[in-house]
C-alpha cells in the first residue's frame, strides 16, 4: 500500500470549504486510530500554527514529518540565519530528531534572487541530517519545469484528483519517477469537492462552471452504484508512481471511511471524469 500522510491544515486553524477546524480530544482520539493503522506521515507548514499547547496534548512520536517554509517579505536573511534553530525548536515540539522532508511553499522563493541561499541553507541542514529530503510544493506544471532548472528535488508535492489530472496526461508522473524523484499527491478531495453531494453544493464557495459537473458525477455515482469516496481513493491508488498521498478529514468516522476505501479496488475508465479547464479546478481561481 501507498504511504499515507495527514493533512494538518485545519488542525489548529479554520480551514477548507467549510472552514473547519479540529476539537482537540476529537483530534487526539483520530490520530490515535491513525497510528493504530499505521499511518505515521504528516504533512504541515510553517504556517499552520501548530503551537506547543497542540501538540504536548497530540503525541506524534515516530512520525514522519514533511512540511513546507516559505520566505518571509521583510528580513530575509535573518529569517534564513536563524532557520536552523527554527527548525531545531519544531522538531523538539514534536519529540522527533529530524524532519523527513522540507518543501518550498511557493517555489517563487526558489526562484527569487534569494532562492539559492534558502537551497545552501536547506542542503546545509540536510547533510547536517535535520532534513532528509528537500522539495517543493507546486500547483502548476510550470512551476515543476522552472525549479528543475535550479536543482533536483527529492520530493514534489502535487495536486491531483479525479478532476484534475494534468500531471498524468502531461506525462510529468513519469517523467518525475524516471528521475528518482518521490511524488506526494495533494487535494486528491479538491477541497472536499469531490466527496459532496447535490444538496450540499449550494453551501460551498467554487468555480460557477464546476456545478453542472459536479450534479453530472453525482448523478453517474449514484446510476452506477459508486461511491464518490470510494472512486477518488481507486482514482488515486491505480497511479503507480504516487509514493504518497495526503488526505484530510473532519473526524474518526470519516477517517474510518478512508480507510475502508483505501481497501478496495475500481476498475473503470477514469478519463471521462478530467476536467480541463483550470479555472474549474484550481481553488485560488474560485470567485
Not at 514522519?64 to 523538539?92: A, G, M
Not at 533536483?152 to 500531471?167: G, T, Y
Request: positive net charge.
Amino acid at each position: 500500500m501507498k504511504n499515507i500522510v495527514i493533512g494538518s491544515a485545519n488542525f489548529n486553524q479554520y480551514y477548507g470549504l467549510k472552514k473547519f477546524k479540529f476539537n482537540q480530544d476529537v483530534l487526539k482520539n483520530t490520530i490515535k486510530l491513525a497510528k493504530q493503522n499505521k499511518i505515521h506521515y504528516l504533512d504541515t507548514a510553517f504556517e499552520y500554527n501548530l503551537n506547543k499547547k497542540l501538540l504536548n496534548n497530540i503525541n506524534f512520536k515516530n512520525f514522519k514529518l514533511i512540511s513546507k517554509v516559505r520566505l518571509p517579505k521583510k528580513n530575509i536573511n535573518t529569517f534564513l540565519k536563524n532557520l536552523e534553530n527554527k527548525i531545531l525548536l519544531e522538531l523538539k515540539l514534536f519529540k522527533l530528531k529530524r524532519y523527513e522532508a522540507i518543501l518550498f511553499h511557493n517555489t517563487k522563493d526558489l526562484l527569487s534572487i534569494n532562492g539559492n541561499l534558502f537551497l545552501r541553507t536547506l542542503s546545509k541542514l540536510k547533510r547536517k541530517k535535520i532534513i532528509k529530503n528537500i522539495g517543493i510544493s507546486i500547483y502548476e506544471p510550470r512551476e515543476l519545469v522552472k525549479s528543475l532548472k535550479v536543482f533536483k528535488p527529492d520530493i514534489v508535492q502535487l495536486p491531483i484528483s479525479i478532476f484534475d489530472q494534468r500531471f498524468i496526461k502531461n506525462k510529468w508522473i513519469n517523467k518525475l519517477k524516471k528521475k528518482n524523484i518521490k511524488i506526494q499527491a495533494r487535494s486528491i478531495f479538491l477541497n472536499g469537492l469531490v466527496l459532496k453531494k447535490i444538496n450540499q453544493l449550494n453551501n460551498f464557495k467554487y468555480s460557477k462552471e464546476f456545478k453542472p459537473l459536479l450534479i453530472k458525477y453525482n448523478i453517474w455515482c449514484k446510476q452506477n452504484n459508486f461511491s464518490q469516496l470510494d472512486l477518488a481513493i481507486s482514482f488515486i491508488k491505480n497511479i503507480k508512481e504516487i509514493d504518497l498521498i495526503t488526505i484530510g478529514f473532519d473526524n474518526k468516522s470519516q477517517l474510518q471511511e478512508i480507510l475502508v476505501a483505501l481497501n478496495k479496488k475500481i476498475e473503470i475508465n477514469f478519463d471521462n471524469f478530467n476536467i480541463v479547464n483550470r479555472n474549474i479546478t484550481d481553488p485560488r481561481k474560485w470567485e
